[in-house]
């Protein structure tokens, strides 16, 4: 499988950015997803995590209110709408594929990673 991470861009703060997250050579439909993100100097952590059903779904408290994970299994795809951008969210951003059915907050869970889209939110 290859995840291709699309939609990040330059954004004024309070501005809003749609990422995509496209799979390619097999089915994520049974897979719980992930995004993460990177920022200059900092550890990876945790954004969104969706079940592979979509029927639940997991934000970091940062981000809660202001984002919102969905997929499209039909198109093998997954989404992390952002809203509300504030500065602090620029990073470098990851979707993942889990281990599980759960989009968990652990990266451990997680076997494959796409490359990332770049994400910056100026003030």
């Known amino acids: 499988v290859q995840l291709q991470a699309s939609g990040g861009g330059l954004v004024q703060a309070g501005g809003s950015l749609r990422l995509s997250c496209a799979a390619s050579g097999r089915t994520i439909s049974n897979s719980g997803m992930g995004w993460f993100r990177q920022a200059p100097g900092k550890e990876r952590e945790f954004v969104a995590g969706i079940r592979w059903s979509g029927g639940s779904t997991s934000l970091a408290d940062s981000v809660k209110g202001r984002f919102v994970i969905s997929r499209d299994n039909a198109k093998n795809t997954v989404y992390l709408q952002m809203n509300s951008l504030k500065p602090e969210d620029t990073a470098v951003y990851y979707c993942?594929?889990?281990?599980?059915?759960?989009?968990?907050?652990?990266?451990?869970?997680?076997?494959?990673w796409g490359r990332g889209t770049q994400v910056t939110v100026s003030s």
């Open positions: 993942a594929v889990s281990n599980t059915g759960w989009g968990t907050p652990r990266e451990d869970d997680y076997k494959l």
